[in-house]
């Protein structure tokens, strides 16, 4: 079956750096567009960044754009998040998600998530 | 950027009753050609991830008891549940896929009177 494990997060100073990962079985890597959605403590969703399969689209929310990098390794059949220059309002649970040619971007397969903090 | 907003933001009903949730876009999010609304609403529960209920605004993700309904077009949307139930008590999330960035609305909260 199709699984999503986020792993990566962790405590971290603004200003810093932090590289999420998440790991994806059951299903053919390389044919999905994959996303990063984020949720702060108590507050809605929101989302971040989507990557095609093969790598030759990225989109990103404005929130993040010039800050973070979306990329993926199918070989690997990981997705990653590099993260830079990190604020407090980026503190959050960060979720891959996927869709599908049917649902389109309607998210039918999300990870349990991966808690980033940013504070000093 | 599509604008979705929820109401109400929260929500008490009786077991057995009728919930609404509303959902509304700042701009249309049905595409002609091929008569779809970009439209999801997703159920949270404590400490899970969002879990899918319906995409193209009304069809039904598999598993999802037929209690739930999916309703409406272009900037108006419905989340109806006919008979609640006790593991219904979530937050519900509307999210538009017709554009990027997706987003979400604020999320509705519902429980138990």
């Known amino acids: 079956q199709v699984q999503l494990v986020e792993s990566g997060g962790g405590l971290v100073r603004p200003g810093g750096s932090l590289r999420l990962s998440c790991a994806a079985s059951?299903?053919?890597?390389?044919?999905?567009?994959i996303n990063w959605i984020r949720q702060a403590p108590g507050k809605g969703l929101e989302w971040v960044s989507y990557?095609?399969?093969?790598?030759?689209?990225?989109n990103y929310a404005d929130s993040v754009k010039g800050r973070f990098t979306i990329s993926r390794d199918n070989a690997k059949n990981s997705l990653y998040l590099q993260m830079n220059s990190l604020r407090a309002e980026d503190t959050a649970v960060y979720y891959c998600?996927?869709?599908?040619?049917?649902?389109?971007?309607?998210?039918?397969?999300w990870g349990q998530g991966t808690l980033v903090t940013v504070s000093s | 950027d599509i604008m979705m907003t929820q109401s109400p933001d929260s929500l008490a009903v009786s077991l057995g009753e009728r919930a609404t949730i509303n959902c509304k876009s700042s701009?249309?999010?049905?595409?002609?050609?091929?008569?779809?609304?970009?439209l999801a609403w997703y159920q949270q529960k404590p400490g899970q991830p969002p879990k899918l209920l319906f995409y193209w605004a009304s069809t039904r993700e598999s598993g999802v008891p037929d209690r739930f309904r999916g309703s409406g077009s272009g900037t108006d949307f419905t989340l109806t549940i006919s008979s609640l139930q006790a593991e219904d008590v979530a937050v519900y999330y509307c999210q538009q896929y017709y554009a990027t960035p997706y987003t979400f609305g604020q999320g509705t909260k519902l429980e138990i009177k």
């Open positions: 701009q249309s999010v049905f595409y002609s050609s091929n008569n779809n609304n970009y």
């Open positions: 998600a996927r869709g599908d040619s049917m649902r389109a971007a309607a998210l039918g397969y």
């Open positions: 059951g299903f053919t890597f390389s044919d999905y567009f």
């Open positions: 990557i095609s399969g093969s790598s030759s689209s990225t």
